[in-house]
């Protein structure tokens, strides 16, 4: 059977050497760095709202995170390396590092990694409800910002911005 080259790295604040992410990829480490920016800046879906809000609290602050290798190795399957994913995450955490992973590591998502706090259920809630991408909205509307860049900056779909806010910021102003 074939095996697969999986590399096994992290994602690091340039400025604080803060380790915030650990993951595993089969592609080059410059363009799975480039699919965390792209998911970040909401311009592709990640279902991971915490890492996402990391790596755009350094691109705000005009940073880019660091990935670095940790190790590469063959595997027979997605499932093998999986498991080597949960090693490092594991051991990242044993180290100290906060870590904004969502899952232990693997496959699918064996289970919740992260604690979560009150102030992130709290952003979770008003994101849900809406109120921060209407507020967030009217504000960037007011400032002149296109329909196009509002609904970038938010990190919504064209079709559900349209349906969801388009008009409640338009009836606001």
Partial sequence: MARTR??????QNPNTEEIGYVG???EPLSRRLARHMTEALGREHSPNSVKNEWIRHMYDNGLRPLIQELEVSNFQDHIQA?????????KMKEGGHYLTNMTTGGAGT???SM???EEHKEKISKAMSG???LDKGIEMRKAGA???????????GRTNFYKLYKEKIEQAL
Avoid: C, Q
């Avoid at 999986?6 to 994602?11: D, Q, W």
């Avoid at 999986?82 to 594991?90: D, K, L, S």
């Fill in 82 to 90: 999986g498991h080597r994913e949960a090693y490092w995450i594991a």
């Fill in 24 to 26: 595993m990829t089969t």
């Fill in 110 to 112: 064996p289970g919740l």
């Fill in 131 to 133: 109120d921060y991408n």
């Fill in 6 to 11: 999986y590399t096994f790295y992290y994602l």
């Fill in 115 to 117: 604690e979560v706090t």
């Fill in 146 to 156: 296109s329909w196009k860049s509002i609904y970038e900056e938010l990190g919504m």
